[in-house]
């Protein structure tokens, strides 16, 4: 199902994390005990109006970083606007911490089949997870850029992808995996935000084919939303040192050994 008004696709993705199921089971059990919603926001607001409300409803959001996990085809660069300018392209995933409430321009190149071509989306956070202390890092939210969705902008169009947990209560019980994201297309007439809403809780937006950087007018601080401050992960640790050799029988001990020598 497409929504296409004038240039404009919705799709909305869709993902269960286990550790909130229950928060949002009662979450959502509470809402559908209420009135009838009347949405505030649409997703076809400018990017970062919805984030910036999020920020003022209060609670631990400001100054998080969610972990993001950008997803593209086999073979395309990403680069995130960091320092007003693009950083050094690199391959797909990409993991990286952002702020609740800001919007991040991207640069996707190299891309399967449209080589010499870029397309710069757009990622704004609504939400975070709430994972377990200390396991942030293996749940992050999965923002998946889908070499149909690439060729669409690059055909002019605009696309709105709006990520969100699902309901416990409505969603299939069917494990992910590693597999692609799963998403659909929203009829005409509806927005894809409040559908998104109805089936969770929407975490982020996805906005890609509108807009290009123009060269005439040198560094954009608007076309990069004053590049908000990203956080790489640690480096992978190092492999643990190899265990040493046995000793020779007669051998005196090595400072640090276990006090056993080879028969």
């Known amino acids: 199902m497409t929504i296409m008004d004038g240039q404009s696709w919705g799709r909305v993705a869709g993902r269960t994390v286990v550790v909130i199921l229950f928060w949002l089971g009662l979450s959502a059990r509470a809402s559908a005990q209420g009135p009838a919603v009347h949405y505030y926001h649409h997703g076809v607001v400018p990017p970062g109006a919805i984030g910036g409300q999020q920020l003022q409803r209060g609670g631990p959001l400001a100054g998080f970083f969610q972990p993001v996990e950008i997803r593209a085809p086999r073979g395309a660069l990403v680069s995130l606007a960091e320092g007003m300018r693009f950083g050094a392209p690199q391959p797909a995933p990409l993991r990286v911490g952002m702020l609740i409430g800001q919007v991040y321009r991207l640069c996707l190149l190299n891309i399967p089949l449209h080589e010499g071509q870029e397309v710069f989306p757009t990622i704004e956070l609504l939400d975070r997870l709430y994972t377990p ?22 055909a002019g169009k605009y696309v709105t992808r709006v990520i969100y947990l699902e309901d416990p209560l409505a969603a299939l019980p069917v494990r992910e995996g590693g597999q692609a994201q799963g998403w659909f297309e929203v009829p005409p007439g509806q927005d894809p935000l409040a559908v998104a809403d109805r089936l969770g809780r929407p975490v982020a937006i996805l906005r890609l084919g509108a807009r290009v950087p123009d060269p005439s007018r040198g560094i954009d601080a608007e076309f990069l939303f004053g590049c908000p401050l990203v956080k790489y992960p640690p480096p992978a640790s190092r492999a643990p040192p190899k265990a ?8 005196p001990l090595q400072p640090g050994s276990d006090g056993r020598r080879s028969p």
């Open 244 to 251: 040493a050799a046995p000793a020779a029988p007669g051998a």
């Open 133 to 154: 202390r200390g396991q942030e890092t293996r749940f992050p939210i999965v923002i998946e850029l889908t070499a149909e969705d690439l060729a669409l902008a690059l």
